[in-house]
């Protein structure tokens, strides 16, 4: 079972930074695309951003120079600097490896609260 685990989530005020951390099993790490997504209440989920195996990144417009995703080859892992949150960035946060003609895997989640 290919598990991706999400970290650091938590409670922040609007204006400020916070950054996630994803560990990607190195069974899959270096063939899967590695993206986060997003999911606030009553809402879809909605896609974030993307890397992928050659480091090429992508963003969804709403978050497009606020966050940057990045990802450290040596250590298996993948991370979403967040900058200027406001409360619409409030959601829950998922981790998600992607590639062609293969499973897709999803990490469990971690909350972002964005609030003063």
């Known amino acids: 079972q290919v598990q991706l685990v999400e970290s650091g989530g938590g409670l922040v005020q609007p204006g400020t930074s916070l950054s996630l951390s994803c560990t990607v099993p190195?069974?899959?790490?270096?063939?899967?695309?590695i993206g986060w997504y997003r999911q606030a209440p009553g809402k879809e989920r909605e896609w974030v951003a993307r890397?992928?195996?050659?480091?090429?990144?992508y963003y969804a417009d709403s978050v497009k120079g606020r966050f940057t995703i990045s990802r450290d080859n040596a250590k298996n892992m993948v991370y979403l600097e967040m900058n200027r949150l406001n409360a619409e960035d409030t959601a829950v946060y998922y981790c998600?490896?992607?590639?062609?003609?293969?499973?897709?895997?999803w990490g469990q989640g971690t909350q972002v609260t964005v609030s003063s």
């Open positions: 998600n490896a992607r590639k062609l003609n293969s499973p897709e895997f």
């Open positions: 190195g069974s899959i790490f270096g063939t899967y695309s």
């Open positions: 890397i992928r195996r050659d480091g090429s990144t």
